[in-house]
């Protein structure tokens, strides 16, 4: 493996927040204070081509980089926050709908965080109490 790309692919999992390059590219320089944000990026769009890690794109967003351990993603429609979720495993059931093998799947469930509705209540709660 490439210099550096193991310590980005750690990184990316000790991170455990979905983090942008940037994000990645700030924990790699605490160690490799010398470290460029190009070589942080060619190394997590190769760690993605080649499948260790798994890109998420959202439009409007930088790119998030995850592990690619089976799972799915919550994603606040407010505030971009991403939170992993766990459901059952829906490539049998696809496979069966579409009569063909697939490589794989991507489910993005878009919600409210409990945290932007509590905003958007006490935001109502103060406009409802304005006369």
Known sequence: M????????????????HPTAEQVFMEMKKEHPSIAIGTVYKHLNALAEEGLLHRITEPG??????CTERHDHLICSRCGKITDICLRD???????????????YDLRIRYICPACREQEEKDHSIEGGKQ
Request: charged share 30%; net charge negative.
């Open 2 to 17: 490439p210099k550096y790309a193991e310590e980005i692919l750690a990184a990316v999992t000790e991170l455990q927040r």
């Open 61 to 66: 967003s930088p790119d998030r980089y995850d």
């Open 90 to 104: 829906l490539t049998e059931p696809i496979e069966n709908k579409l009569g063909q093998k697939i490589l794989s």
